[in-house]
């Protein structure tokens, strides 16, 4: 019974085999010609597979080595262009070729064009329209001069030549051709650099160019020309002709947009308009690959854009197929990307046709080779099967009569073969049994009586006994396991449902035992277990066992049955208990000493809580701090506050243990560590280093100290990053400062200064008494900026409360008389009229608003002086109790407000600048040709005494 309680295995079903009704002719036969026809079949079919992957493989290297040929040619006509253009480039730059000068031009590009047998033009374009080239001429490539100018009334004229290079007679007339429009010069003149041309008809609408072009500068970036180099699009499709790609297959090359660039077939990448038109060129129209006439091309366009819906989606190498009429074409598509403009995509279609005419032959051949084989094979096969089959059927016809008792019968085989031998051991062996049957019926009977009397032994013992069999089931039980357990035993139970039937639990748990830990299932697999763990739960008690599992081998050693023993401990858990009593009363006495001695040991630490008071309080002290605090030896981290933690972004508990230098910038802890070694207790500044990475500036101050026997050192470390940033400020606002005093001294003086000579230069020729004022204002000009800036540097060294010292302009007179001053002296050699005026009874401003109020109308007058071309400019300063104003308004030529932004503008930024420091407000009003108007207003006498009050 209890072998049902741990049975691990269920008993299998037993269901009666299908096959046993088969004869053991058909048994051998069919299987020995199934396993010939599959062998056949699979080397069939492996031939023909092998055959498809030899297609394949061989179609993509050969694309790939089209392609890869394709792309390097493709190369080899594409590269001299630039070259060329970049070799002119520098021939130019260091005076060895005189683009002036036309003739020279069309000489150097004569030779060139002899030199290079793949390009056919070569030629230089200025900004004047003109051109000058070299060109082998359509149809017949013969070499021609072509130029286009003012002295060809901007005709593109093309000239024969002879063998030096120079003109012969006119055989072709462009009329108002502009290079200028073309995209192989805007190109190059936008990007500033070498680039390709849009594909572009020839002039006399004959085939298509592509260009490679390079801009030309001079010394001072000025823009000389363009120098370019073409190629007549009908050589590459000339070179993909003459590509041997299999039978039939093609290859052809398209830009992103689908137009075809160049291909294989005689098909060129162009149609000729059948209509009139304008001008010759217009009769070349470019043709998209998927109108092709040729039924691959155009077939296999369709599919690239079907799959990819956009060809600028393709990014790299594709290797594809599909289908045309039903036969499969291998694609290979290579992305050719130039870094000067040119992406286009390389197409190489092979037809799967080319590749297995010969493979499909060899493929039949096998094919029938192997159906021969196989009638010939299944031929021999059932021969020998059927010489091999009828001594076995004789053997079975004896067998089933010794199997009904008819031990006379015996078998004749004359052979002297295995089968032979088999059927005399067959004769023999039926003697024996006949004589051994009749032993065998007295056995059992003894057998039987002893199987009776162990039974009736296992009954009468009073521990549950079971055994289970290799496969689970029971073989088994006696009358205790049936009393051990509340419920019907089952011969057969799954696995899973074990312990909630018989109701096993784990001691002293509510928990079902585990299945897999079950003793029988440890014991099945060859192990003795001893538990006593199990309870057996009834509905009105308990039953705890005590569980001895162990396995029985047979001769070999393996596992044949599962013995398993169950014995009720219920009397010795009770004696446990009375055991455990006792030990709980014991444990409590334990307990009642042990309080006594822990009072004795809270006396004596009571000591110890006063001496690590102080230590506490100093704790707390660090903690309270915003610095941090930290305590090192030999440069290893004893304790630190929270503070420091923070500031190195750790926690509390992952800083102690670590080296200072952690906690240092690389580049500084050189100097850190030379601090620790010399005992340093000064204050220095270093770069420390967070755990994220992040460096922030510190102070630190030391201490070498002695504790508890040990030198430490004590630092406190402060981060000192505002301190930085409102330093870097400071000096940043200095800076500016500085600049726009040099803006308002030097830079004004000098403009006006450099307006005066420039216009003096003009004048020598024609008024030397104009220029001799001219010079003589701007001297007088220069000798004021001068002293302004002495001024300026004199205010620099002096205390902070002269910062901002008043101008030579100022201290000489009052804010108006200064800006007249400064007109007059500015615009008195010009035509200018100045009209200044005063409004109000004039009062003195604080010293720093009537210098800036100064600095802005110096600016307002510099910039009328320098761009407005005024004829009248007035100066109009008005002094009201709340406040005063300046207003400089010009009649020039304005600007528009709506394209000048003040932070573009130094002057104006430097203007507004002002205006907000002294609490101003800047209007600027302008438009073109309406003249410019600036005012400024700010805060006057009244507001001052109501501020200081």
Known sequence: MNNLLFNKHLSLKQFPGIFTKISTRTVIIVPFILQIIAAVSLTGYLSFRNGQKAVNDVAAQFQTEISRRVEQNLQSYLDPLHKINQANEIAISIGGLNVQNSTILEHYFFEQLQIFKGVNLIGFANPNRELFSAERFPPDDSLTIRVSGKSTSY?????????????????????????????????????????????????????????????????????????????????????????????????????????????STKEKPFRFAKSAVAVPENKVMRLLAKDSSDVMTQATVKYLEAKFSNFDSIKSEQKLDFTIHGKRQFIQVLPFKENRGLDWLIVVVVPEDDFMEKINANTRTTIVLCIVALIV??????????????????????????????????????????????????????????ATFSQMQDLNKTLLQ???RLKQFLDAIPVSVSIDDISGQLYYTNKASQKLVSVDLLPSIKQEEITEYYQVYLAGTDNLYPTDELPIVYSLAGETVHVDDVEFRHPNKTIPVEVLSTPIFDDSGKVIYALTVCIDITERKKAEKLLTDYNSILEQQVAERTLELEREIAERKQTEVALLESETRFRLLAEATFE??????????????????????????????????????????EQVMQKIRSGDEGIYETVCLCKDGTTFPAEIRARVMSYRGRTIRMAAIQDITNRKQAEQATVLAERNRLAQEIHDTLAQAFAVVIVHLDTASRKLTTDIEVAQTLIKA????????????????????????????????????????????????????????????????????????????????????????????????????????????????????GFDMSSVFIINSFGLLVMSERAERIGAKLTIQSSLGQGTEVIVLVNGRKDEEIARK
């Open 377 to 434: 094979a299944v031929a021999v096969g059932i021969l020998i099967l059927r010489w091999i089959i009828q001594p076995v059927f004789a053997l079975k016809e004896s067998a089933i009569a010794l199997a009904k008792g008819e031990w006379e019968k015996r078998i004749e085989i004359k052979r002297s073969d295995e089968l032979g031998e088999l059927a005399k051991s067959f004769n023999s062996m039926a003697d024996q049994l006949q």
């Open 155 to 263: 005709e593109l004229r093309t000239y024969t030549t002879n063998s030096q290079g120079e003109r012969i007679k006119i055989i072709d007339r462009g009329k108002n051709y502009n290079p200028q429009r073309r995209s192989w010069y805007q190109k190059p003149v936008d990007t500033g650099k070498q680039s390709w041309s849009e594909i572009y008809p020839h002039i006399t609408g004959s085939t298509l160019y592509l260009a490679a072009s390079q801009p030309v500068y001079n010394k001072k970036g000025k823009l000389t020309g363009v120098l370019l180099s073409n190629l007549n699009l009908l050589q590459i499709g000339t070179f993909l002709e003459g590509l041997k790609i299999g039978k039939t297959g093609q290859s052809f090359i398209i830009e992103r947009s689908g137009m075809l660039v160049a291909t």
């Open 450 to 452: 002893s199987e009776t």
């Open 778 to 893: 701007g001297r007088d000009l220069a000798h004021s900026g001068l002293t302004e800036a002495r001024r300026s540097i004199k205010a620099l060294r002096c205390l902070p409360t002269s910062r901002f010292a008043s101008t030579q302009l100022l201290e000489d007179g009052d804010i108006f008389n200064a800006l007249n001053r400064f007109a007059t002296q500015m615009f008195s050699p010009t035509n200018t009229h100045i009209v200044c005026q005063v409004i109000g009874e004039i009062y003195p401003l604080p010293p720093d608003v009537e210098n800036n109020l100064l600095r802005i109308g110096q600016e307002a007058l510099t910039n009328a002086f320098k761009y407005a071309k005024a004829r009248e400019i007035q100066i109009e300063l008005a002094y009201q109790e709340s406040q005063c104003s300046l207003r400089i308004k010009d009649d020039g030529q």
């Open 628 to 669: 941090a605090i930290a305590i090192t030896e030999q440069g290893i981290l004893l304790d630190t506050n929270q503070t420091c933690a923070e500031m190195f972004g750790y926690e509390l508990s992952e800083l102690v243990g670590m080296r200072v230098m952690d906690f240092t910038a690389p580049e500084y802890r």
